[in-house]
C-alpha cells in the first residue's frame, strides 16, 4: 500500500507503534470528537449494500449538505443496472454523493467515518440462489468492511437479521434469545452466515475495541423494492396488480412481521447515531400471518384476487415477531407505518414500474 493514494487515519502511528494487534490499535481519533463537531468537519458515510429499496432510502436520508455518502454494491450483474438506477434518478449531480462498484468479499481501503454494511441478498429466493457467495458475503464481507473500519477509526454497522432466531421455540423473540438454526440447511448460508457476522463484530469489538452497532431486520416492504425480490410482499403485491393469483406457500398459516422501510432506515440512523452497540431487533409487531398478508393486499389492490396454494420451501421459520422494548428504551425507536398504511405506497411506485405510469416516487415514499 505504500505508493497508494488511498490512505488511512491512524497508519502512521500504527506503523511507528509496530501496532498489529487489537489491544495497540489506537486509530480512533475523530470518533472520539463530538459528533456536532465531526458533522462540521464533514463526516463521511459509507454505505455497502446489495442494491435495494434499503441502500435507495438510507442514502437519500443522508446526504445533506455536510454529509458525503459513498455507496458500494456487493457486485453483482443483475444489480447493477439498479445502482445506476438509484444514483442517476436521485443523486445526479449531487457533490455529497459517489457512487463505487465493489464487492465486498474483496479488501477495500477507502477513508469514512461510518460504515452502514448492508450487503448480502435478503430474498430467500436470491440468497439460496448461489448459497457459497451469501456465505462468502456474510463471512469474508463482513471481515473486510470491519477490517476497514479498523484501519480507519470508523463506527460500523451490521445489519444483521430475525433469522438469526431461525424456526424459533420462543415468541415473540427478544434479543437475549439464541435462536434455533439448522446448521446445515438450505437457509444456513444466510442464516448461520449472519450469526457469523454477528460473532466476528462483537470479537473485534472486544478485541480491537471497534465502536459497532448491530440491527436485526424483519421482513421489509416499500417503493423500490425490486419487482422480482422473491419476498412475499412484492410477489403478492405483483401478481394483484398482474391479475395472477397470490402463491401461498404451505397452509399460508405460518407468521410474519412485516415492516416499512422507511421505518427501519429510522431505525437504523437511529442506532447509529446513538451510543449503544446492541444487538437490536428492527421490526414492525404486527403480526400477519400469509392468508391474512393475502387479504390486505387483496383490500388494496383487488378484492377478486384469487389464491393459489403452493408447497412451502425448506425450513420456512413458522413464525416471526420481533419484541422491540430494547429499541423503544434505548434508541427511542419504534414503527410508525401500519401495513395497512404503508402498502399504499408500495403498490403506487409498483403500479408505475410494471405498467409505466409516469408519476414518479422519491424513495422515502413521497412524489
Ligand atoms: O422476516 C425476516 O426477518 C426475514 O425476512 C425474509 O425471510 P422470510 O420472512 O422468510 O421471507 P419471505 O420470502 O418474504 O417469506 C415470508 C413467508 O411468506 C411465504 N411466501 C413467500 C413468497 C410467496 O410468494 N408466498 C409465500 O407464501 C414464505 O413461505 C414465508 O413463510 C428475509 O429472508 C430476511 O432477510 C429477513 O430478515
Redesign the pocket.
Known sequence: MASSELTYRGQQAAAADGAHGPAESKPRTRQQLPQPLRYVLGEQRLVFSLVGMALATLVFLLLSPSTTTTTSSSSSVAHLAAVGLVSRQYHAGNPNFEMIRHDVVEPILLEVDQIYHLACP????H?KFNPVKTIKTNVVGTLNMLGLAKRVGARFLLTS???VYGDPLQHPQVETYWGNVNPIGV?SC?DEG?RTAETLTMDYHRGANLEVRIA?????YGPRMCIDD???????VA?ALRKEP?????D?K????FQYVSDLVEGLMKLMEGEHVGPFNL?NPGEFT?LE??KVVQDTIDPNARIEF?A??AD???K?K?DITKAKELLGWEPKVALRNGLPLMVQDFRTRIFGDQKQQQPDGSE
Not at 422473491?230 to 403478492?236: A, E, I, K, L, P
Not at 397470490?246 to 404451505?250: E, F, I, K, N, R
Not at 405460518?254 to 412481521?257: A, G
Request: aromatic letters at 10%; hydrophobic letters at 25%.
Open positions: 435478503a430474498s430467500p429466493v440468497y437479521t430475525s433469522e437457509r444466510y449472519k436485526r431486520i424483519f421482513n421489509t422473491g419476498r412475499v410482499v412484492s410477489n403478492f401478481q397470490l402463491t401461498v406457500y404451505g399460508g405460518q407468521t410474519r412481521s421490526g400469509m398478508l393475502a403452493r412451502n420451501t420456512d421459520p413458522h416471526r420481533p
